[in-house]
């Protein structure tokens, strides 16, 4: 593997995922003491220990790790789901009472409520504009789940913290960003490896069917 490859697995990593000879190539590239690599993954440590002190854990489906080992076997065929599971747009039932002028509030790591948005997907308030009626959040995907197509009302921000993020042909990594303009459409998301993303949105954001 060349010095992008392995700096790849990092956030794997970081989040505890990463296994077999691609754990071993990483762990013998950080003994060969490359900087940039120790330094990202003290970073990548330090923001997955306040991640976990905040997170409320979640179960994945029983079905999962059989599906999982299913897919790596070519004789065994997959069984996908009949039915999609609900989404739940939890953030346009939001509400507080008006900020104070000139006020300052702050949320610690360990405040606030994972709320559950559809298999496998949660948020978390972080703030709340009721006359944009625009929201701010942490979203969580655990490895495998996806949220369906949806059009934007007006402009979203995507920073992703950790964890890879897949829209089409699109893979976005722990550090990159997007902003997606009114009226543009996403297509399905999901994460191979799980993901965290920090997330300022419209209330009136449209699911495609």
């Known amino acids: 593997m060349n010095h992008e490859d392995l700096m790849e697995l990092l956030p794997l990593r970081a989040l505890g995922m990463l296994q077999g000879p691609d754990a071993a190539a990483l762990d ?13 993954l003290r970073d990548l440590d330090s923001a997955t220990e306040m991640l976990a002190r905040s997170a409320t854990p979640v179960a994945p489906p029983a079905s999962l790790r059989a599906r999982i080992l299913a897919a790596a076997r070519d004789d065994i065929p997959v069984q996908e789901p009949t039915a999609a599971p609900p989404v739940r747009q939890v953030w346009k039932s939001w509400a507080q009472a008006p900020p104070a002028a000139g006020s300052l509030r702050v949320t610690r790591a360990d405040e606030g409520e994972w709320q559950k948005a559809a298999e496998g997907v ?7 504009d009721a006359d944009r009626r625009i929201a701010t959040m942490l979203v969580r995907m655990a490895p495998g789940s996806a949220y369906p197509p949806h059009r934007h009302a007006l402009a979203e921000e995507c920073f992703v913290i950790a964890g890879d993020l ?24 999901s994460t191979e490896s799980g993901c965290l993303l920090f997330i300022t949105s419209s209330l009136e954001d449209e699911l495609i069917a």
Not at 32 to 39: D, N, Q
């Open 28 to 40: 013998h590239h950080l003994r060969g003491g490359c900087e940039a690599c120790t330094a990202e």
């Open 122 to 128: 949660a948020v978390k308030r972080l703030s709340y």
């Open 166 to 189: 897949h829209m089409g042909d699109l893979v976005l990594h722990a550090g990159d960003f997007q902003r997606a303009e009114a009226a543009s459409v996403h297509v399905t998301q």
